[in-house]
């Protein structure tokens, strides 16, 4: 479709939208029936006694709900070179790596062009229905896009990021024309193997080109906060560039600084003005609108984990509208924003019913409350079950369980082919007998891990809103806080600090079972000094902030001991993210970690070597 059309026409894709969303559940049926229809030859699925049947009742009864745990042995054959179809039936060509920022450790995904067809629609859906609010014409997008190193496996394939192998697909390319959101800048700026140095020249792009800006754009709202706040380090040094026409010397590569050439011509009347911008901040209040006056909107993840940099990405931001992104995983997507007026914290997504088979876990208090502590399998088997995509109820929390026609996970690829891996980092992909040719679609009734309550129906399909992560939770004893109740308790303690006009630039957690009781800790990066007096009362509002009852009777009872806040010192959560850079992520997948568990050692080992500060909580 996008090889014919220059624009998108986007009251046809609005158009197709409505027309799948008040038939769902029949589109869900068909889209299932073609998942198995295309995967029947998998010895998975064989064995498991579907016969050819591709109804919703018979998958169901025959096809379990699984956790990676459950696919460990599969997976184990696969490393090992089956060359038959053990789980899936078609071949692919590339593999998607995940951020591993959730658990510590990477996915393996594969990445297919039912998958890129699958993010395109995605992409087309969101955009009509945002360009019908905020119409963008024949313009550039300021994207802080980054890539990752492709590699190849011993089985031949591709290896990357998947936003890497998104950004590389030249369907991409072709659907950012048709929505007049092309990027700003060159692909050797994209592409380039060191991150900080495409940044700066983002941003130069960005700079060149600020009257053609009409979008600022990264995959997560971090992103783009950390590309402002390096703008305020660098500023100078960028208007020096434009002014001279000469490429500062920090950038280093021949191919990057070779397209940057091609861009910057000596323009001091242009240094001149975005010096006096720049200069009449106050705060840096409103630098994006000052910087780039037809901006429309500012586009990214701004959901879950992003949330916390909403309040500094609404300073930069000054009144140009927020625009929370699409929701979707390393295993596939799930919906799209279609009410692109609502406060981010508000946005809702509604489901593609022709994107994958998706069910529904009812998350009930009692169930969670027998089942705590304990495996996967008990989970399973106390647990209601999963109801369909037209089945849920508004108001009603759920986890989410995805069949899709790509992506499949290698939550546990590190124990497996860690001994293969080679010294440089994304040949860390380079496996021994990582024959894969014969396998690439079809992920079965697989728990996501999201939790997410209906807030709605679009016709007949559900509007969902992101809560949390449902295995990211802080527990000690009959204690139960998720990345949520977390967020929230952060946010309260930091408005103490915002008096003193500080700020928290990152945070995390930790739940310490090396003292007696175990406790929780809290990690803060923050903007400046703060006395003592004040940090001491953050610490207290932390622990009084957190008012799931089991907490709260345990620490009144000292069955769990004292919160700990850890002030860190400036620069901890680069040297995180200098940390997963040199795992092979891509900037552009980077998620602060937000409950680092003993697994995730390394990054816990950061964190802890880097405590300015201690302080102990006397709330109870």
């Keep these: 479709m996008l090889e014919k059309m220059e624009i998108l026409h986007v009251e046809k894709v609005i158009e197709e939208f409505e027309t799948m969303t008040k038939d769902a559940e029949n589109v869900q049926r068909e889209t299932l029936k073609k998942i198995l229809e295309e995967n029947g030859s998998a010895e998975y699925l064989q064995n498991l006694g579907l016969n050819g049947r591709t109804d919703p009742q018979s998958f169901k009864a025959c096809v379990p709900v699984v956790t990676h745990q459950d696919l460990e042995p599969y997976i184990q054959r696969i490393v090992d070179g089956a060359s038959s179809p053990v789980l899936t039936g078609k071949p692919i060509t590339t593999i998607s790596l995940s951020s591993g920022t959730t658990q510590g450790r990477p996915k393996f995904v594969p990445f297919n062009d039912e998958l890129m067809e699958t993010t395109l629609q995605i992409f087309r859906t969101s955009y009509a229905f945002r360009n019908r609010e905020f119409p963008v014409k024949n313009g550039k997008a300021l994207q802080f896009i980054y890539s990752s190193k492709q590699s190849r496996t011993k089985g031949g394939l591709f290896a990357g990021t998947a936003t890497t192998n998104v950004f590389r697909n030249s369907q991409f390319k072709k659907a950012m024309k048709a929505m007049q959101s092309q990027c ?25 080109f600020r009257e053609e800006i009409q979008l600022v754009s990264s995959t997560f709202a971090h992103s783009i906060v950390h590309a402002f706040r390096t703008l305020e380090q660098v500023w100078e040094e960028l208007c020096d560039d434009i002014r001279e026409g000469i490429l500062t010397s920090r950038i280093t590569f021949p191919s990057v600084r070779s397209a940057m050439a091609k861009l910057l011509k000596p323009n001091p009347e242009l240094a001149d003005l975005i010096h006096r911008k720049i200069s009449g901040l106050s705060n840096w209040y409103g630098l994006i609108p000052e910087l780039f006056p037809n901006v429309k909107y500012i586009y990214g993840i701004m959901t879950g984990s992003m949330e916390h940099y909403l309040k500094k990405l609404r300073h930069y931001a000054g009144d140009v509208p927020l625009i929370s992104a699409d929701y979707g995983s390393s295993e596939g997507w799930i919906g799209a924003n279609i009410n692109p007026n609502v406060p981010t914290e508000s946005t809702t997504y509604a489901v593609l019913p022709n994107i994958g088979y998706f069910e529904f876990i009812p998350l009930k208090e009692n169930v969670e409350e027998q089942v705590h502590d304990r495996g996967d399998a008990n989970i399973l088997s106390m647990e209601p079950k999963p109801v369909s995509l037209t089945e849920v109820k508004i108001g009603e929390e759920y986890e989410v369980i995805v069949t899709s026609f790509a992506g499949f996970p290698f939550l546990e690829i590190i124990k497996y082919i860690r001994k293969s891996f080679r010294p440089s980092p994304m040949s860390r992909l380079e496996v021994n007998c990582f024959s894969l040719e014969a396998w690439g679609r079809g992920l079965y009734r697989y728990r996501l891990g999201d939790v997410v309550k209906v807030m709605g129906f679009h016709n007949s399909t559900p509007e969902l809103k992101f809560i949390c992560r449902r295995n990211l939770m802080l527990t000690v004893n009959i204690d139960k806080n998720t990345e949520k109740d977390l967020q929230q308790a952060v ?114 080992q950061i964190l802890c070597d880097n405590v300015a500060k201690t302080y102990f909580s006397t709330a109870f």
């Design 184 to 208: 700003c800048s060159p692909d050797e700026v994209i592409f380039g193997p060191d991150f900080r140095q495409s940044l700066y020249c983002h941003l130069l792009c960005g700079l060149i």
């Design 491 to 604: 946010e309260e303690a930091a408005k103490l600090i915002a008096e003193e006009k500080q700020e928290v630039i990152d945070f995390s957690s930790h739940v310490d079972m090396w003292t007696d009781p175990g406790h929780y800790v809290i990690f803060w990066e923050i903007s400046g000094e703060v006395s003592d007096e004040v940090l001491k009362e953050c610490c207290n509002c932390l622990d009084r902030s957190f008012v799931d009852a089991g907490y709260v009777s345990s620490r009144k009872v000292s069955a769990i001991g004292p919160l700990e806040l850890r002030v860190l010192w400036r620069g901890t959560f680069q040297k995180v993210l200098d940390h997963y850079l040199g795992l092979g992520a891509a900037v552009s997948q980077f998620k602060t970690p937000r409950c680092v568990g003993p697994t995730n050692y390394n990054v816990l």
